[in-house]
């Protein structure tokens, strides 16, 4: 990744930003097997190539032989400390690094923070990247003729049209506001302490349970970096971008990040509350700190949400399209039917009829409405066959009375660090110190 910088002199601001939660901004790449060993709580990052050259010449061929027979879709079969011990290899000989790790790894990948010359940095794209989110969302704010628009659309649509969204910033590239943002990367001030492998999981907030194990390469919480940020005040002056939606001022700039900031930790508030769900007692716990830091802060601070595992909401425009129902039935692929014709191929059971369609209940469902009852159910769709005007659906859970969207959960995962079986952290969020 190319990597932006520029020096305190061209006039620009010192950005430091903080650790308010771990973050994580993935390169692409993964530590395999053979690129670490797990040892109790540590992760050892090896340098294979090294290991190589350790090989006598008259057993690298059953020292590869082995590795091809044994290390399959990136998992080793057995210990590779033991493959390695058969070859008078101590892998504590060719340790490039090491880190904390929180969880039990077992034979998992570890997915690489962004590095350059094996230097951990948060690219400054990133941080720009969630400042024009920000800015974005704080122009629908002020706008609610432009919101009652693009809100029109996505009633009919899928989504809210990328081009609507960007003109609020530009017309084409040149012409894009934010080409007088520059933000620099940002580099470590204390990496090894800071980083490590952590175990985190995406987590069913219906279901409440953890799915889908994944390991990072992460910064902790508390790290400190540094970089620059800086406003081409004559290139803003020039009148060639266009800038009648948004001045681009340090102060706007910073009111606009921390009213999405807020505007995110109230939805999640509400969605994790509502679930009563003990597993989330730490994540609720850090959402209340996080308001209060938030009111804290400096006019020279906010709280940015920034990196993978963000979520949908802090990413897109979601929270102000959440109240078109259309549209959030369409992102959860979510519908009340009312169950009260018979199956064909069952009577005992009853299907759906929708604009045309046969709702039928998926096969494999343990619910079933019974036929006669007129059961509502709010279901979930599986697939739809066009040529037969068939819907297949899972049934999630029986209505009574009405039914609002309002109340629906939406995205139904977030992705957490772990301890043990219970979230702890959200992903992304940083404070920025502008100047």
């Given amino acids: 990744?190319?990597?932006?910088?520029?020096?305190?002199?061209?006039?620009?601001?010192?950005?430091?930003?903080?650790?308010?939660?771990?973050?994580?901004?993935?390169?692409?790449?993964?530590?395999?097997?053979?690129?670490?060993?797990?040892?109790?709580?540590k992760i050892h990052v090896i340098d294979f190539s090294k290991i190589l050259d350790h090989?006598?010449?008259?057993?690298?061929?059953?020292?590869?032989?082995?590795?091809?027979?044994?290390?399959?879709?990136?998992?080793?079969?057995?210990?590779?400390?033991?493959f390695l011990k058969n070859y008078n290899v101590d892998w504590k000989d060719y340790v490039e690094k090491s880190y904390d790790l929180v969880g039990e790894i077992g034979k998992n990948e570890i997915n690489q923070f962004v590095k350059t010359s094996d230097q951990i940095y948060i690219p400054g794209s990133s941080v720009k990247g969630a400042i024009r989110t920000s800015i974005l969302y704080q122009i629908l704010k002020n706008h609610p003729n432009k919101r009652a628009q693009i809100s029109d659309y996505i009633s009919r649509s899928y989504r809210p049209r990328d081009r609507d969204l960007q003109r609020l910033l530009r017309s084409d590239g040149k012409t894009d506001l934010l080409r007088a943002l520059i933000v620099s990367d940002s580099t470590l001030k204390d990496r090894r302490s800071f980083t490590k492998v952590v175990k985190s999981n995406v987590y069913h907030l219906r279901e409440r349970e953890l799915q889908s194990p994944i390991f990072n390469e992460i910064l902790g919480k508390d790290f400190k970096s540094s970089g620059f940020i800086k406003i081409n005040d004559k290139l803003v002056d020039s009148g060639y971008l266009i800038s009648n939606f948004f001045s681009l001022k340090k102060e706007a700039i910073l009111e606009a990040i921390n009213l999405f900031s807020r505007e995110i930790i109230e939805q999640?508030?509400?969605?994790?509350?509502?679930?009563?769900?003990?597993?989330?007692?730490?994540?609720?716990?850090?959402?209340?700190?996080?308001?209060?830091?938030?009111?804290?802060?400096?006019?020279?601070?906010?709280?940015?949400r920034l990196g993978q595992g963000s979520s949908f909401i802090a990413i897109t425009m979601f929270l102000q399209f959440k109240d078109n129902f259309n549209w959030i039935k369409r992102l959860t692929n979510l519908e009340v039917y009312t169950f009260n014709a018979p199956d064909r191929q069952d009577r005992r059971y009853a299907i759906a009829r929708d604009r045309g369609f046969t709702v039928l209940p998926d096969r494999n469902s343990e619910h079933k409405p019974r036929f006669g009852l007129n059961e509502k159910w709010l279901c979930k769709a599986i697939r739809t066959i066009q040529q037969k005007k068939i819907k297949i659906v899972s049934l999630i859970e029986q209505v009574s009375g009405e039914f609002?969207?309002?109340?629906?959960?939406?995205?139904?995962?977030?992705?957490?660090?772990?301890?043990?079986?219970?979230?702890?952290?959200?992903?992304?969020?940083?404070k920025l110190k502008w100047g």
């Avoid at 061209?10 to 390169?27: A, R």
């Avoid at 995962?413 to 219970?422: A, H, L, N, P, Y």
């Fill in 1 to 41: 990744m190319k990597r932006t910088s520029f020096s305190e002199e061209s006039g620009s601001d010192k950005l430091e930003i903080t650790g308010l939660s771990p973050i994580y901004i993935g390169s692409g790449d993964k530590y395999s097997q053979l690129d670490y060993v797990s040892d109790g709580n």
């Fill in 55 to 82: 090989i006598p010449l008259e057993s690298i061929d059953d020292f590869t032989n082995e590795i091809n027979a044994n290390f399959k879709n990136n998992v080793w079969r057995g210990e590779v400390k033991e």
């Fill in 268 to 304: 999640e508030l509400q969605q994790f509350r509502d679930q009563d769900d003990e597993n989330l007692t730490e994540i609720v716990r850090f959402y209340n700190g996080l308001t209060d830091q938030i009111e804290s802060m400096k006019d020279n601070e906010c709280a940015l």
């Fill in 404 to 430: 609002n969207f309002k109340n629906i959960v939406y995205p139904i995962t977030r992705k957490f660090v772990v301890s043990g079986d219970k979230p702890i952290l959200p992903y992304g969020w940083v």
